[in-house]
């Protein structure tokens, strides 16, 4: 059997960053704003791994509007249909943070 552990919402866990996906938008948490440092991105798909790339950028790219991306088009160019809270890794070298959302 493989049991999950119940936390109460309240009771604070380890801080990760995480990209929410729903229909038409990205939400970015408080920690994954945080480490990107910016609130212009560039956002990337790798279909092989599905995974998704939101990168930092100083210019161009997409704007965070408080803390959603809209994202209906890169949803719609890629075929993305998985909606939920998925974890991400930062790599500060490239400024970016990538969930696999399989």
């Known amino acids: 059997m493989a049991f999950e552990v119940y936390k109460p919402r309240g009771e604070r866990s380890e801080k990760v960053p995480l990209i929410t996906l729903s229909k038409t938008s990205l939400v ?21 791994t599905q995974t998704i790339r939101v990168r930092a950028v100083e210019e161009g790219g997409m704007e965070i ?27 500060p070298q490239e400024r970016a943070l990538y969930a696999v959302i399989r």
Request: hydrophobic share 35%; proline share 0%; aromatic share 14%.
């Open 65 to 91: 509007k408080k803390t959603k991306v809209f994202g209906k088009g890169f949803f719609n160019q890629f075929g993305i249909t998985q909606k939920g809270k998925f974890e991400a890794r930062f790599d």
């Open 28 to 48: 970015l948490n408080s920690v994954a704003r945080e480490k990107l440092g910016t609130n212009r991105i560039e956002l990337a798909f790798d279909r092989e």
